[in-house]
């Protein structure tokens, strides 16, 4: 296997561990952003209107469409290395 080979191979497994990483931090994220809501949720039992703000919503939506773009491109990354 030529060095600039191995390189590229290299920086494949490297972008996927990244992607993987990152559909992990979504995760998290999610998880938080699902605390966050409840907890605002249960408070705002206490008064006239909603703590929960419009945002919080947004950003989860959000948090979903940049996972999907996550997910395509660690699909790309897999299918350049299995080309390769």
Known sequence: MSSSFGDVKAVLAE???QTRSACAHVGVARERLAAAEAVLAALSD?????????????????LERGLGLITRAAVAVADIDARL
């Not at 206490?46 to 959000?62: C, F, G, K, T």
Request: net charge negative; aromatic share 0%; proline share 10%.
């Open 46 to 62: 206490q008064h006239d209107s909603s703590l929960v703000p419009p945002d919080l919503a947004r950003a989860a939506a959000e």
């Open 15 to 17: 972008v996927a561990e």
